[in-house]
């Protein structure tokens, strides 16, 4: 009788082993998560965010004002993390210029997310007479490197924000920000029109 017991036992631990292991495996292992859209910006993105998620209640969208390009890595990666591999990933970020960024560092930053994600890079502008020519130029570079990026990589994008500047589109308040509310608006459509587009 006790060798029944023992080998009974021993049994029913090999059981609860069996049955504990795919459930430690499936949390270890699950499928990750797909979010459809994430935004990732500064303060521009902060104004337009309101009018962006009334429409797209869904989108992620992760705006800080103040946030320098080089922030962009480091975001893509926490947005990874947090919300899982997006279908859309959406650039906003160049506004505000940090040394020694590269179109090296944008192109390396497109590849954080898998080539099935579609990128959007939303082109960016300083006005020189504010800001100086300098700083105004780097917006002009930067602007460059997007649409170079863009015709490099397949499922990749530009939302023309600096040309509807230029053209008199939509008006800034401090040769900088959209204004308030129609330029943020404005923003938010160029947005939405441009993925609708493109898919």
């Not at 499936?26 to 459809?36: C, E, G, I, K, L």
């Not at 965010?49 to 926490?78: C, E, F, M, Q, T």
């Not at 898998?114 to 570079?141: H, K, M, N, S």
């Amino acid at each position: 009788m006790r060798r029944i017991a023992l080998r009974l036992a021993a049994g029913l631990a090999l059981v609860a082993g069996l049955t504990l292991a795919p459930a430690s495996a499936d949390a270890t292992f699950r499928t990750p998560r797909t979010v459809n859209t994430v935004v990732i910006g500064d303060s521009i993105t902060v104004q337009g965010s309101p009018y962006l998620l009334a429409r797209r209640p869904k989108w992620i969208v992760d705006g800080v004002n103040g946030r320098r390009v080089a922030a962009l890595p480091r975001r893509i990666k926490v947005n990874l993390r947090e919300h899982g591999t997006p279908h859309r990933l959406i650039i906003a970020l160049g506004q505000n210029i940090s040394a020694d960024w590269t179109k090296a560092d944008y192109a390396a930053a497109t590849k954080l997310v898998p080539a099935t994600t579609t990128i959007y890079f939303i082109t960016t502008y300083r006005d020189p007479l504010v800001f100086g020519q300098e700083a105004a130029d780097t917006e002009a570079t930067y602007s460059s490197w997007m649409g170079e990026i863009a015709a490099a990589r397949a499922r990749t994008h530009v939302i023309p924000w600096r040309d509807r500047v230029i053209d008199g589109s939509v008006q800034l308040v401090d040769g900088s920000h959209p204004t308030d509310p129609d330029g943020r608006k404005y923003w938010a459509n160029l947005v939405l029109s441009t993925v609708a587009q493109f898919g």
